[in-house]
């Protein structure tokens, strides 16, 4: 099964250096990501979105849902709830991903002008070589579909 992370960065090319490493590490076969984007919140509040089409694998979600994540993510708040089904509906639909309102809530929240994320689907990672080889980027965890006590344990790693 594959986990959806969130890796916050405190600036505007955390996220784009991780996403290299990443890359390294999937070739090393350390982790196989099976999709991945970078958003980037400029400090003029522009969000620029990059899907990494190189590391998608065969289970690659696409353009449309990184559009309707992304979406929901950094343009509904200031939309407000005028979408009002629109929204509904979207949010019906990442939840079958397992992608609840708390997830959009807490990234949005996070992901806040003059920083950046990386999104990645993944499965199969060495843990512990993923960890120490991404420790240097200062990136935190802000998000997942672990469980708790999974995402805590990655959280404490990182950190540490």
Known sequence: MAN??????NDEDGAAHALKEVEDLQKQ???AIDDAAVAVHHQNGKVKIRQA??????????????GML???????????????????ALMGKLSDYG?????IK???NQVTPGTSALFLLAHGAQQEKVIESL?????????SSLS?????????????
């Open 4 to 9: 959806l992370f969130v890796l916050a960065f």
């Open 29 to 31: 076969e350390l982790i």
């Open 53 to 66: 089409k190189s590391l998608a694998g065969a289970g690659a979600l696409g353009g449309a849902f990184w």
């Open 70 to 88: 992304f979406g929901l993510i950094f343009f509904v708040p200031f939309a407000g709830m005028a979408l009002g089904a629109a929204t509904g």
């Open 99 to 103: 992608i609840d309102d708390n997830f």
């Open 106 to 108: 807490s990234v949005s």
């Open 135 to 143: 420790k240097p980027y200062g990136g935190e965890l802000i998000q």
């Open 148 to 160: 708790p006590e999974q995402e805590h344990e990655l959280k404490e790693a990182l950190v540490s």
